[in-house]
């Protein structure tokens, strides 16, 4: 596998936009042919040589090339768009969009996280440090389909917001959420570790929800049905299972009504 | 002498009445008389005949006090500042016609700007809801002449739409609603008791933010199914009562306010409200309808809608348009410093935005177009004062339920103002000009 290093040398003096900080953009380039690759400055196109330091090369393919990026990036957007395969590793705490529409590969980021970090996500797996802000993991406005694939951890707290529309893969959060997990969700897996505000399931249909901690404010539409014992990310506990939420249309499989899951733990 | 002009439009807020009488002088300069219009909309009428109106840009110098330019000069300052900008806001459209809108947007585009209107602190909520999952909609009329349930959430129009209720939603007899009010059941939900709240039949009083926790539960009482003994703070026999009786209506309209679209949830709540109204449908006929305020903010998300694929926070900067709110909202830009330059047309940001926003418009170069002085102005650079739409010069507009109403002109502007529409031709050109287009 080869490295490519980024460090960031010129801060914009607004946002950069760097989608084409992702393996398969870096793939089978020199750093000279990586610091020639665009971004944009609001209307202005720039380079990525224009802003980073850049040092090694690109390997093969998307797979063999793993990145890592230096310094303060609190204005970079972007970071591992759409990538398919590959690492990137980001010491700082990237702006909006981070692995927004992932596909596959594996993004690190030993600090925070903006909003809209995973958008629309189809696979590989996204790991956070920090703390991780609104719309994580959620749809692109206006798309029902929300996550689709892969693995989002995020070791601090999450914002509002989280799992919108999602429809496949998981998300595990370490600390606290704010409100609105899983709205609409058709599938997928949510663990919140700590404590949840309040419209945890709303307009569920499917999909599961695992709350450790409190729920400030239960939707009315989720239901009381029984006490279960799970085994979460290694913890074995006795967790209360709602059902909900029943305002919303649900399917039927044999006769019966699927309904989306939610476990709180006593 | 004077003459009396009849079946004016009202260019105020959303409801944009259009059965107005206007008294002007002889010559047609003056305007004397409002007849019809409620309290704030003949204010509109009349203050374009202030003494104290401004009818010459003027720019506001280092040590804060103002320097009158021609408009000359103010287009060449206009033009320069967008084409040099690398993202410049430009924020408001909600209270001019559907051309200058129009006009608007190519500078927009050619400038590689951010276009955003009042939607983004009002009813864009509502707007991203309507794209998550649709809306049941009517206009106005059907409301006048079929609705005999009629809910307000979230919206006081007593105040806020003064002739709404008169005029379409609880008073009026329709083809359908001969009985006038007396046929209409009304519910009012707001944590206040409003003078709207004064005239329902039915007001439930909600506990502050739980809105979308009531809704979930109506949805829950149409299915017959079991509800927590309290929700939002409404004892559950009241919401299955409420149930009832909007099942039981011939034709229900759902109208809804900054109450739920700018309260905890934000999109959600609408997102919810959609969703009781679609529920509605299995039992009898409903529709729902966001009170828009400025009177044509519903034309510049239909313009832009048309122009672009998106009603408000269209990012234009990378040549293609962009949306989402969140990132590209006014001030989401101006919070994060997203933006290097401010243009403001037909709207109130100073008066209405937060003051770190405002804060961040009076640190940038920053234009401002308006036939008033408001707190927008004070902050701006530049202060480009023009012709009233809808009472100096006419132009389309659309009503809150997506009709579109031709406004008219019922008097003369002081002579020599430009309006909202050749202003910015001249600066359109201009800018072509510069960029050598």
Same mark, same amino acid.
């Given at each position: ?266 | ?43 509109? $009428? ?263 694929? $998106? ?127």
């Amino acid at each position: 596998m080869e490295t490519v290093t980024l460090t960031i040398k010129n801060q914009p003096s607004l946002y950069l936009e760097a989608d084409n900080i992702s393996p398969d953009a870096f793939a089978g380039k020199s750093a000279e042919n990586i610091a020639a690759l665009h971004a944009y400055e609001g209307n202005t196109q720039t380079t990525l040589g224009d802003h980073f330091e850049i040092s090694g090369k690109g390997g093969a393919t998307a797979t063999e090339t793993r990145i890592i990026v230096n310094g303060d990036v609190s204005k970079v957007k972007y970071i591992g768009m759409k990538m398919t395969g590959g690492e990137i590793v980001v010491n700082g705490n990237p702006d909006m969009y981070v692995g927004a529409w992932m596909q596959g590969g594996k993004i690190t980021v030993k600090g925070n996280v903006d909003a809209f970090a995973g958008t629309g996500m189809k696979g590989g797996e996204i790991v956070i440090d920090g703390d991780a802000g609104n719309y994580l993991g959620a749809a692109y406005r206006g798309d029902w389909r929300g996550m689709q694939g892969g693995k989002i951890t995020v070791k601090g707290n999450a914002g509002s917001d989280i799992g919108t529309f999602m429809n496949g893969g998981e998300i595990v959060i370490g600390g606290d959420v704010d409100v609105h997990v899983a709205t609409h969700a058709e599938g997928g897996k949510i663990v919140v570790k700590g404590n949840a505000k309040s419209r945890v399931g709303g307009q569920m249909v499917e999909g599961e929800i695992i709350v450790f901690g409190d729920i400030e404010v239960m939707m009315p539409g989720f239901i009381y049905r029984k006490d279960v014992d799970l085994e979460v990310d290694g913890i074995s506990a006795r967790f209360a299972l709602y059902e909900g939420d029943i305002g919303e249309r649900h399917r039927k499989r044999k006769g019966e009504v699927i309904y989306g899951k939610l476990y709180q733990k006593y | 002498m004077t003459k009396t002009v009849t079946d004016v439009v009202c260019p105020f807020c959303g409801t944009l009445c259009d059965d107005l009488e206007v008294v002007v002088s002889d010559d047609g300069k003056q305007l004397l008389e409002v007849y019809n219009a409620c309290a704030i909309g003949a204010e509109k $009428f009349l203050h374009s005949q202030a003494e104290d109106r401004l009818t010459r840009p003027r720019l506001q110098q280092e040590d804060g006090s103002w320097k009158d330019v021609t408009y000359d000069e103010a287009i060449e300052y206009t033009a320069q500042m967008l084409a040099s900008s690398t993202k410049p806001l430009m924020y408001g459209w909600s209270s001019t016609n559907c051309e200058a809108q129009g006009v608007g947007s190519e500078i927009g585009e050619i400038t590689g700007a951010v276009m955003d209107n009042t939607a983004t602190v009002c009813h864009g909520t509502s707007l991203i809801a309507v794209q998550d999952i649709g809306i049941p909609h009517c206009t106005l009329g059907e409301v006048k002449n079929r609705a005999d349930r009629v809910v307000f959430w979230g919206c006081n129009p007593a105040h806020a739409h003064p002739r709404h209720m008169s005029r379409y939603s609880i008073f009026p007899r329709g083809f359908f609603t001969g009985k006038g009010h007396k046929g209409r059941k009304v519910i009012v939900i707001d944590p206040r008791k409003t003078d709207t709240a004064n005239v329902a039949d039915v007001h439930l009083q909600i506990e502050q933010g739980r809105d979308y926790e009531l809704l979930d539960a109506l949805r829950v009482a149409f299915k017959g199914l079991p509800l927590p003994d309290v929700v939002a703070g409404i004892p559950k026999e009241q919401i299955y009562e409420a149930a009832e009786v909007l099942k039981s209506g011939r034709f229900v309209i759902i109208f809804f306010g900054m109450g739920v679209t700018q309260s905890l949830g934000k999109n959600h709540n609408i997102d919810e409200a959609i969703a009781v109204t679609r529920d509605l449908n299995e039992y009898t006929k409903a529709a729902i309808m966001p009170m828009r305020g400025h009177y044509n903010v519903t034309g510049s998300g239909a313009v832009w809608g048309w122009q672009f694929g $998106f009603p408000f926070a269209v990012d234009l900067s990378r040549g293609f348009a962009r949306y989402n709110p969140g990132e590209t909202t006014s001030n989401d830009l101006l919070r994060r410093g997203e933006v290097d330059s401010v243009f403001v047309l037909g709207s109130d940001p100073g008066a209405h935005f937060p003051f770190s926003s405002v804060k961040k418009i009076s640190e940038l170069p920053s234009v401002c177009i308006d036939p008033h002085q408001t707190p927008t102005t004070a902050v701006c650079k530049l202060h480009v004062p023009v012709a009233f739409v809808g009472v100096e010069i006419g132009g389309c507009a659309y009503r809150m339920d997506n009709v579109p109403i031709e406004t008219r002109k019922v008097v003369e502007a002081p002579e020599g103002m430009m309006t909202d529409e050749e202003f910015l031709e001249k600066v359109l050109v201009r800018i072509k000009e510069i960029k050598g287009e």
